[in-house]
C-alpha cells in the first residue's frame, strides 16, 4: 500500500481544523460563563493542535501512513456505531451518565477478549465501567463543575 496523498492530509485536517475552530467559538459564544470554562480550555486546546496540524500539513512537514485498512476498519466499525448512537441521540435523550454507562459497558463487551460464556468476564466489565463512571462522575460533577446532558435519567 502506498502512503496517502498529500493533498489527502490537507483536506482532512483542514476539516479537522474547522470543526475545533466552531467548537471553540461555540463554547466562547455560550452562557453563562462559568458553565463553559472546562470546554472552553479543551475547545482551545484541540483548536490549536488542529490548526498546527493543518499547517504541517500545508508545508508538507508531516509523516503520513499508510491510512485505515479495510480490516481495520471492520473491527472498528461496531465502536463507531456506538459513538455516533451514543453522541446524536443517547447522550440527551438518555442523559449523560446513563447514556456513557451504557455505551461503555457495549464498548467494553464489544473489545473485551475474554469469552463472553465466562461470568467473571462479565463481573470484571462491570466492575471495569462502574469504576469508569465513578471517575467520570467525580471528574465531571464534582472536580469541574461541568454542565451535563440531562433527559430521562439524570
Not at 7 to 22: C, F, K, N, P, R
Not at 33 to 39: G, R
Not at 55 to 81: C, E, F, H, W, Y
Not at 119 to 132: C, E, P, Q, V, Y
Amino acid at each position: 500500500m502506498s502512503d496517502l496523498p498529500r493533498s489527502q492530509h490537507i483536506i482532512a485536517s483542514g476539516l479537522i481544523a474547522g470543526v475545533g475552530i466552531s467548537v471553540a467559538y461555540i463554547s466562547f459564544t455560550q452562557e453563562p460563563a462559568d458553565a463553559f470554562v472546562f470546554p472552553r480550555l479543551i475547545s482551545s486546546v484541540f483548536a490549536v493542535l488542529a490548526i498546527w496540524t493543518f499547517a504541517k500539513a500545508i508545508l508538507g512537514r508531516t509523516k503520513v501512513g499508510n491510512g485505515i485498512s479495510s480490516d481495520a476498519m471492520r473491527k472498528m466499525l461496531p465502536g463507531l456505531i456506538v459513538a455516533i448512537i451514543y453522541v446524536f441521540w443517547a447522550a440527551k435523550g438518555l442523559g449523560f451518565y446513563t447514556a456513557t454507562t451504557i455505551a461503555f459497558f457495549v464498548l467494553v463487551s464489544l473489545y473485551d477478549p475474554a469469552p463472553h460464556s465466562d461470568i467473571k468476564s462479565w463481573i470484571k466489565r462491570i466492575l471495569i465501567t462502574a469504576g469508569f463512571m465513578a471517575v467520570m462522575y467525580g471528574l465531571f460533577a464534582a472536580l469541574l463543575n461541568v454542565f451535563t446532558p440531562r433527559e430521562i435519567f439524570f
